[in-house]
């Protein structure tokens, strides 16, 4: 059964004040793994696609990167517009499996 | 815009009633689904439509069902409303089911169950 494990559940930052969140996955085969954000009474929007291990994708201050394990999203510097609960999910490569999601990971940033 | 759209965006039930969520997509999107959000459980899938005239249960299907009435739209029903499908509602289509994009999800029905 594939599975995504999201840590920390909550972090809080001070603007300016660099960090990364964790995502730790169990599937069968990696079809791709996926960040999303979600904004309070908001549905999720779409971030990264990360295919294989080594790969790193950037958006702004966001930096996600792969490896056989796990995911990292480095945030340089965030500004409290970043605040946001941050979704990791992955697809396996059998069949038309959909994406599976973890818990997310509630970040504050204060200025 | 194009996008998903949800409606209702807030809905209210008693025990026992029944009703349908509307989903609507306008991207030409082949595959559809239904997740639903509760606070420590993350996003659950309920039912997903790889492509037209095909649904598939996901993790927690009971109590719903789903039709996928043609490519655009795909409805999520409840038959007889429990306190435990309180919870907030996602439809999200993709390109495809087997393809490796993303998804992109409608901004969600609250559904509070009484």
């Known amino acids: 059964e594939d599975q995504v494990t999201q840590s920390p559940e909550a972090l809080r930052l001070q603007e300016g004040e660099s960090s990364s969140l964790n995502c730790s996955y169990t599937?069968?085969?990696?079809?791709?793994l996926f960040w999303y954000r979600q904004d309070p009474g908001k549905g999720p929007e779409f971030l990264f696609t990360l295919y294989s291990a080594g790969e790193e994708k950037e958006k702004e201050r966001l930096k996600a990167t792969l490896t056989k394990k796990e995911s990292f999203l480095h945030i340089t510097a965030p500004k409290p517009e970043d605040s946001a609960t941050y979704l990791c999910?992955?697809?396996?490569?059998?069949?038309?499996?959909?994406?599976?999601f973890g818990k997310g990971t509630r970040l504050s940033v204060i200025a | 815009n194009a996008g998903v759209t949800q409606t209702p965006k807030f809905q209210v039930l008693k025990t026992g009633q029944s009703m349908t969520l509307q989903c609507a997509q306008d991207?030409?999107?082949?595959?559809m689904y239904w997740y639903r959000q509760d606070p420590g459980m993350g996003l659950r899938l309920i039912y997903y439509?790889?492509?037209?005239?095909?649904?598939d249960k996901g993790e927690v299907p009971n109590g719903y069902n789903v039709s996928r009435l043609n490519k655009r739209e795909f409805s999520l029903r409840l038959e007889s409303a429990a306190p435990s499908q309180t919870s907030v509602y996602f439809c999200?289509?993709?390109?495809?089911?087997?393809?490796?994009?993303?998804?992109?999800f409608g901004s969600g029905t609250r559904l509070t169950v009484v």
């Open positions: 599937v069968s085969g990696l079809r791709g």
């Open positions: 991207m030409n999107h082949n595959s």
């Open positions: 999200a289509s993709s390109v495809a089911a087997i393809a490796n994009y993303g998804y992109t």
């Open positions: 439509s790889a492509s037209e005239g095909t649904t």
């Open positions: 999910a992955v697809r396996s490569n059998s069949g038309n499996t959909p994406l599976v």
